[in-house]
């Protein structure tokens, strides 16, 4: 059985960068979170500004049901969700090929076209790093807490989306 | 054409998602996501918005089939989509920790929905633990709440014919309110009513 995205310290440090990296490139992200399909907060940055467990309820909500908007109508996929506003605008998307869905909150500032390109960015980054992740040699994962062990022996498990576990 | 909306509530894994699939007459659309919280339910996927589909009772009695998610983390679709039920099917799974329990907190959660149409407690997986039983279930709920008539059913939310039991229960009971007006506050103080599908 592997680790869920939220209680895995690599992906969580991973998120953790990719998040920070955003806000380097966009100064108007108010807000940033990794969050798992069911709702679980993975990460965010920076502290304080949101309620980080109600925006990764209310974005898993939001993803979900856009999604099925998307089936209903026959369009395809949902490739990403936007909600403007007169103050700022939500961005949520997935991380390809995990069953994590990034969520950003840019203020006015930012043109939409932007804040979409970096937090699809964003997203592809997490995807890469999470890609690109040592796997855990036997003998060292011996030596890991059990935690590691698990994650690193388990077989990937399909998702209801039909891509592999972290 | 009368109609109604319809609330299925309760905890993770009682089979709400399973209950509407019985019931719709329509394709259901289901958002459900991964499940991560392997401990709290050992499934797959999990309702993470909500379930619809709709059925027809008789034939003039039109049911829109709401499922919420189970997890408090998701309350703020449930204070969304009780706006405009009438009435909720309380699932409890019986092989859980604490059904009694739950079933109790979940009731305190709408307790409006009780006050506007009515609900019905429907336990499920009773085959796989024979206890609490309906008459516990109706212990609790007398104590806790002697002025509520909560039918309680046992179900297989496989089962059409069981959760058709159950749905035209609460329907009857919406209808009959609706036709006297009576204000739940001012109802006397009786026992709960109880029946059994299975």
Known sequence: MSLAPHLDPVVVDLGRRALLDMGEVSRSLVYGSFLTDDGFEVVHVPDGKVDANRFASMASSIQALSEAVAREVRIGSSE??????????????R??????????LFDDDETLGKA?????????????????????????????PDAAVEHAGAPARADAHGVPAL | MAEHVILFGGPMGAGKTTAIETLSETEVVRTEAANTD???????????????????????????????????????MWTILKERAKGMVLLVNNDAADPVGEMLTFLDEFRDLYDR???????????????????????ALTERRPDLVVPVFTVDPREEDQMRTV????????????????????????????????
């Open chain 2, 167 to 198: 749905l035209m229960t609460l329907v009857a009971n919406i209808e009959m309110r609706e036709m006297f007006s009576a204000p739940a506050a001012s109802a006397a103080p009786s026992q709960p009513a109880v029946a059994v599908a299975e």
């Open chain 2, 117 to 139: 149409g009515g609900v019905v407690v429907a336990a499920t997986r009773s085959d796989v633990s024979a206890t609490p039983t309906v008459a516990d279930y109706s212990a």
């Open chain 1, 80 to 93: 990403y969700v936007i909600i403007a506003s007169d103050k700022g605008h939500v961005i949520q998307l």
């Open chain 2, 38 to 76: 392997r401990a709290t339910a050992d499934k797959d996927t999990t309702t993470v918005a909500l379930d619809y589909g709709e059925i027809t009772l008789g034939e003039t009695d039109k049911v829109r089939l709401y499922g919420i998610p189970g997890q408090q983390r998701f309350d703020f």
């Open chain 1, 95 to 104: 991380v390809p090929g995990h069953p994590v869905v990034l969520g950003a």
């Open chain 1, 116 to 144: 979409l390109s970096v937090a699809r960015r964003c997203a592809q980054q997490l995807a890469a790093s999470l890609a690109d992740r040592p796997p855990v040699q036997p003998d060292a994962a011996a030596h890991e």
